[in-house]
């Protein structure tokens, strides 16, 4: 019986590329959270592949005003580890950190309008 196996270049070469891959796929889903197109709780219900890995204070951390101490505080309180990955979390794990996150979010307040003179909006 033979194997035959399909290499498509070096195993580091490819390995590389894959690591690359991801890395940059981070970077986009952390500036989508931290320019808020997403929130970090739908990440951790969603769990996309680019996050599987993913440490969830590193998740935390990519949002605006969060940063190493707070996603650490706001973690103990949970309880859960730093390093915890997205991908290693039960399905009881994401809902309840999704609801703290969205508890602990503020509501997006509405702009009020400049009151109007002489009948016209300013």
């Not at 940059?24 to 890995?53: F, H, N």
């Not at 309880?79 to 997006?108: D, F, H, Y």
């Amino acid at each position: 019986m033979t194997a035959t196996a399909f290499a498509y270049g070096p195993q580091h070469m490819r390995a590389l590329q894959r690591a690359n891959e991801v890395r940059l796929a981070r970077a986009e889903l952390k500036r989508r959270v931290s320019d808020g197109e997403t929130t970090a709780a739908t990440v951790i219900l969603t769990s996309p592949w680019e996050a599987e890995s993913m440490a969830v204070a590193e998740l935390l951390m990519s949002q605006r005003r969060w940063g190493h101490t707070r996603a650490r505080r706001f973690l103990a309180g949970v309880p859960m580890t730093e390093t915890k990955t997205i991908g290693s979390m039960t399905e009881r794990q994401r809902q309840n950190l999704a609801a703290m996150l969205e508890a602990q979010t503020p509501k997006a307040r509405p702009v009020p309008s400049a009151p109007a003179r002489d009948g016209v909006l300013v």
